[in-house]
């Protein structure tokens, strides 16, 4: 009978197996969604816990879920003071979270199982391709050829961990000697340059003290090495393959590596630029300090608004419309498959060179000598329009559940769905549950991927196997 029942177990065992394997080769982005939410309430119920908090107090459900998402999101908004509540096995969980967030679950998975099997079969390797590129969501054959190949996965998923690694560690030996400089014994000095560093990296703007940024506000040193973390972290794990494949020859760079590092450095420059006039002689942010002081923050924020989190100054006293370039800022996030969030630089890049082609009369976009394919620019203006939708709704709630001014509740909410973490203070003005629930949603279907989430909840994918009438509609 024991044996019947063994052998009963590891049949039922088996089926479950073989199910799962047909539910994720089916439906791959229902099974990331599965996966991600699977992975978010895990956390939830660990910083839910007694351990977790540092009075030993459970934490309250609504602030654990929302706390959990934040971090595996590696978004930075928070409704507790996370430098005091959580003890050394809750910093311990959110540093932990950050990690596995940043790198992305289904790369981590397909990672964990390379270095497991040492080998990576075809399901993992189809899992990861996802990760590093949102084409792949679809079921058939991508046509267009991708910054990461399916045969190259295994490569890349040694670059995560490796990038992962040598990154972080090399911010970490930045940030300690400035941190005993600073007065901090050698234990905590090494404690916060990890933290500062994994924060910085996975674009999660957490901080661990009471005081945050305060202290370093003038340092040039500390806050470039935040901007480095972040810009690092923000240009995606394609890149490093790709670079690290071509080191000097960028020539060969493909124009996925192009456009991400060109766009970025464009972004960040000209948000620098725009920031230092229009907060010029603002004195409640930094348009009365010396010029020096003035350009600093300038740029650092406009490294941190594209998914760093990392504020200095309170973004509240901002004027209006350093507000409305954060939120432009916000939107767009940084690059594909990276820890940073938005609708990623490709897009905007994809867009502008459609406008450009059709000002110019071409029937094609091209960029660096290579011409992209129709069906991008498609998915471009799929995750752009699907993202401003689900942020417009969002907005449109929170409005009238709490009855903030527009430009505040507008701004977190694009700082959730971006997961940039920054905020005028609307997120810690004591929020009703609803209204957490609702953000925590906005920075999981953020992090997800609003292509990937659009076809998880399609109700079919199916082939059409006809083509109706063409008619062409008045636009514009």
Not at 25 to 31: C, I, K, N, Q, V
Not at 91 to 103: K, L, R, S, T
Not at 168 to 188: H, Q, T, W
Not at 218 to 230: A, H, K, N
Request: glycine fraction near 10%; charged fraction near 15%.
């Amino acid at each position: 009978m024991a044996e019947q029942r063994t052998s009963d177990e590891g049949s039922f065992l088996a089926r479950m197996r073989d199910r799962l394997d047909m539910f994720a080769g089916s439906y791959p982005a229902r099974f990331a969604i599965f996966v991600f939410a699977g992975l978010n309430l895990l956390f939830a119920v660990l910083l839910a816990t007694p351990w977790a908090a540092a009075d030993g107090q459970a934490t309250a459900p609504i602030d654990a879920f929302f706390q959990a998402v934040s971090v595996v999101c590696v978004t930075g908004l928070t409704v507790v003071d996370m430098a005091t509540h959580w003890s050394p096995f809750g910093n311990a969980v959110v540093m932990i979270g950050v990690e596995v967030g940043g790198i992305g679950v289904l790369t981590l998975a397909s990672l964990l199982g390379m270095t497991m099997a040492r080998r990576l079969g075809l399901r993992q390797r189809l899992m990861a391709a996802s990760d590093t590129n949102p084409s792949r969501v679809r079921k058939g054959v991508v046509k267009e050829g991708q910054a990461i190949r399916l045969g190259e996965v295994g490569g890349l998923l040694r670059i995560v961990a490796l990038s992962v690694l040598v990154f972080e560690a090399a911010l970490i030996v930045l940030l300690f000697p400035r941190l005993l400089l600073a007065g901090k014994e050698p234990l905590a000095a090494l404690y916060e340059s990890t933290y500062w560093s994994i924060m910085a990296f996975t674009n999660s703007g957490f901080m661990p003290t009471v005081e945050g940024l305060a202290p370093y506000a003038t340092d040039p040193w500390f806050l470039i090495v935040l901007m480095l973390g972040v810009f690092t972290g923000s240009l995606g794990f394609p890149v490093y393959f790709v670079l690290l494949r071509h080191l000097g020859r960028p020539r060969q760079w493909s124009l996925h590596v192009k456009l991400t590092i060109s766009v970025s450095i464009m972004l960040f420059l000209a948000g620098g630029l725009v920031y230092l006039v229009l907060e010029w002689g603002n004195a409640d942010s930094w348009g009365t300090r010396d010029f020096g002081q003035q350009v600093l923050h300038a740029f650092f924020l406009s490294s941190m608004a594209r998914s760093g989190g990392f504020a200095i100054d309170d973004l509240g006293l901002l004027h209006n419309s350093s507000l409305l370039v954060t939120d432009m800022l916000m939107f767009v996030g940084g690059g594909s498959a990276s820890t940073a969030g938005g609708i990623k630089v490709t897009t905007l890049a994809i867009l502008f060179l459609a406008a450009v082609a059709e000002a110019r009369g071409r029937k094609s976009m091209e960029a660096f000598d290579r011409r992209i394919p129709s069906d991008v620019l498609r998915l471009a203006v799929s995750v752009t329009l699907w993202s401003a939708t689900i942020i417009a709704t969002v907005t449109v709630v929170l409005l009238e559940i709490t009855g903030a001014p527009l430009s505040f509740v507008l701004f977190d909410v694009i700082s959730a769905f971006g997961t940039v973490g920054l905020s005028t203070g609307f997120t810690h003005q004591g929020l009703e549950d609803s209204a957490k629930v609702i953000l925590a949603l906005t920075m999981f279907a953020g992090r997800i991927g609003s292509v990937t989430l659009a076809a998880a909840l399609a109700a079919s994918q199916k082939t059409q196997l006809f083509t109706r009438p063409e008619e062409r509609p008045i636009v514009g």
